[in-house]
């Protein structure tokens, strides 16, 4: 059965880093489209950053710059490079799959099939 697993979530002061981990199970899912979404309290979730099997990665504008998604073959690992984190990146983290499609769909919800438990991140300020 797919699984997906996040850690790495924390509480940082603003201006500081962090590194998210999606441990992919049941499934080469790194060989495939992978994504990170986020949710704060009150928010819808919304797409952060997805990477699809030929590597290429998309993110969203309010992210740009700072973030940097990536993942190991290897490992059946995704990761998400936080950089520069600000009080509006508080938000639960959720790792999420479209599994089985070479090609990312856009960073949608709905599309996305497969998701981990989420991992929380507090950025203070």
């Known amino acids: 059965q797919e699984q997906l697993v996040e850690s790495g979530g924390g509480s940082v002061q603003a201006g500081e880093s962090l590194r998210l981990s999606c441990a992919a199970s049941?499934?080469?899912?790194?060989?495939?489209?992978m994504a990170w979404f986020r949710q704060a309290p009150g928010m819808e979730r919304e797409g952060v950053a997805s990477?699809?099997?030929?590597?290429?990665?998309v993110y969203a504008d309010s992210v740009k710059g700072r973030f940097t998604i990536s993942k190991d073959r290897a490992k059946n690992t995704l990761y998400l490079q936080m950089s520069s984190l600000r009080s509006d990146d508080t938000a639960v983290y959720y790792c999420?799959?479209?599994?089985?499609?070479?090609?990312?769909?856009?960073?949608?919800?709905?599309?996305?099939?497969?998701w981990g438990q989420g991992t929380q991140v507090t950025v203070s300020s």
């Open positions: 999420a799959a479209a599994a089985w499609s070479w090609i990312c769909p856009p960073l949608t919800r709905s599309r996305y099939g497969y």
């Open positions: 049941g499934y080469d899912g790194a060989s495939y489209c």
């Open positions: 990477i699809d099997h030929y590597d290429s990665a």
